[in-house]
């Protein structure tokens, strides 16, 4: 994909002298479009039409970020695959910091190469920062991985992150917005590179990844992020609540302590990204497993597996169960992550992501929910097969009914006010037995 147009490179140029009305009508050659964005240092690039089904959910973001866009420029930049496979957190670290920073670069020098040709583009961050204003809900303002996908440049994998044909998971994501339509896009993948060997779900420290494809958002945000985002909210009310330097020390190793500077400092260090260090798949990465299946466990998988860490995991939830089944050299450590919703909407749309599985084992429950006071609104949960769904409105027949004041509701999830307290007042009113309501929190801790 490196053909470059001298002509259709005139022919842009010129454009930029164009007004908006008469750019419209042309379409910007993609081969001269491939080339600018491989020049300026990208390992594969695809396009994508805003007006793409398949992203259809993201439209009003984009939009809302850059009206004009009508085309996106999704794009991959590698990882140097042995310096994210070492169990060592420093070097695997510094290769996500420098190759998320060179992917950041790299999408900046293709808006700086369009806005030379008079076409106008803008490159959100490929993660961090974020909108963190928004915080607990959709902090990040574009999602990489459905636009890398219909981009045609992976597939998500059981790990759930995009796996490149050939790199395989070694890969960062970045997209960029621009305002003019193109002669030819692409098109997705009509294969999974994924080969379900399930090594990432072997090794998450924190079985965030069932091997049938389940991601425990919640399990991995506690432990991956925990000098990121959330935990550091935990991080800091541990400081607050201690009440000397000695009950500090008791909450926080002095080693947690100069990690959580150094993240300050240097920048969030991930405690885990074992599923991409250990996966197989992938044109270029995969002949070293297929080879050589038990050197490559004996190498790669159980070093992250038998390494001596902490574990950190939220209370009662299904990651302190498995780091005890299955990581006896490594300790869960119990801490919060943060996530408490500021409204009763981001109450229910949290409860698939924090939900815990296994904890969920044997309930088959449907809750109704009627909240008052200054959000009003009703909803039903149902609690089964191991899942759980979440529905507007009372639909089926509930076995127990919660009736709250909103308010009461969110600072009792914040661990602001306490249940026995808001029963007695009646801000919380519950119809049905209570141990249907110790089996929803125990599915749902926080
Ligand atoms: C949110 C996020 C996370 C979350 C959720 C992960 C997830 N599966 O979505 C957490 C914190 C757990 C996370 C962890 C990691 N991430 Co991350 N993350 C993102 C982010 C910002 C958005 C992901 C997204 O679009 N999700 C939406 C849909 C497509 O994903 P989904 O699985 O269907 O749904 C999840 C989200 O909606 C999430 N969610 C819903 N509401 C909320 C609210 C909040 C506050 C948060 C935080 C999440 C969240 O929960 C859902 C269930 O998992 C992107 C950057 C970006 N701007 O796109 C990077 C990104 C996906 N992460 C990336 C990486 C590398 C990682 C880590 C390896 C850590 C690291 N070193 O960076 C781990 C891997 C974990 C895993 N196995 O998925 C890469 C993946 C590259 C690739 N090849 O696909 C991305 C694309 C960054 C980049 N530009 O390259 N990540
Ligand atoms: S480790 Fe195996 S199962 Fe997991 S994403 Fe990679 S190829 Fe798929």
């Not at 070097?91 to 076409?119: D, F, P, Q």
């Not at 229910?348 to 969920?360: E, G, M, V, W, Y």
């Amino acid at each position: 994909m490196t053909n470059h147009n001298t002509q259709s490179t005139k022919m842009v140029q010129k454009e930029g002298y164009l007004s908006e009305n008469q750019k419209k009508v042309k379409d910007i050659d993609t081969n001269w479009l491939q080339t600018i964005c491989s020049e300026a240092g990208t390992d594969d690039t695809g396009f994508v039409e805003v007006e793409r089904e398949a992203i259809s959910n993201q439209k009003k973001d984009i939009l809302e970020l850059f009206p004009y866009t009508k085309t996106l420029i999704s794009f991959v930049c590698k990882l140097n695959r042995d310096n994210i496979r070492v169990p060592a957190r420093s070097t695997s670290n510094l290769e996500y910091h420098l190759v998320n920073e060179h992917t950041n670069n790299v999408a900046r020098k293709i808006v700086a190469a369009l806005g030379k040709e008079g076409i106008r583009a803008v490159n959100p961050a490929i993660g961090f920062p974020m909108e963190m204003s928004r915080w607990p809900e959709k902090v990040w303002v574009i999602s990489h991985k459905p636009i890398a996908v219909e981009a045609g440049l992976g597939k998500m994998g059981i790990h759930r992150s995009v796996i490149h044909p050939k790199y395989g998971s070694f890969v960062l994501l970045g997209t960029i917005l621009i305002n003019r339509t193109l002669t030819s896009y692409s098109k997705p993948l009509n294969y999974n590179p994924c080969i379900e060997c399930k090594l990432c779900s072997v090794a998450c420290p924190t079985g965030a990844i069932s091997p049938d494809g389940h991601f425990s958002f919640a399990n991995c945000l506690t432990h991956t992020y925990r000098e990121l985002l959330g935990g550091f909210i935990d991080w800091t009310e541990n400081i607050v609540e201690s009440k000397s330097r000695k009950d500090y020390r008791k909450r926080v190793s002095d080693a947690e302590t100069v990690s959580m500077w150094q993240s300050l400092t240097y920048g969030g260090s991930y405690k885990s990204v074992y599923c991409i260090a250990v996966c197989p798949a992938g044109e270029e990465v995969v002949s070293h497993f297929l080879e050589d299946k038990k050197e490559f466990i004996e190498k790669i998988v159980k070093p992250l597996q038998s390494k001596a860490e902490d574990i950190y995991v939220l209370p009662g939830s299904d990651s302190e169960d498995h780091v005890s089944k299955h990581f006896p050299g490594k300790k869960a450590k119990k801490v919060g992550n943060g996530l408490r919703p500021r409204t009763i909407n981001g109450f229910l749309d949290a409860l698939p992501l924090i939900f815990q599985r296994n904890k969920s084992e044997g309930v088959d429950t449907t809750y109704h929910f009627t909240f008052t006071g200054k959000e009003k609104m009703k909803a039903t949960v149902i609690i089964r097969n191991k899942s759980v769904t979440v529905l507007s409105d009372h639909m089926e027949t509930a076995q127990i009914h919660i009736m709250a004041d909103s308010d009461t509701w969110l600072k009792f999830l914040a661990k602001e006010q306490g249940i026995i307290w808001a029963l007695f007042l009646r801000r919380i009113r519950v119809k049905g037995p209570l141990r249907l309501l110790q089996a929803f929190g125990r599915c749902f801790p926080t």
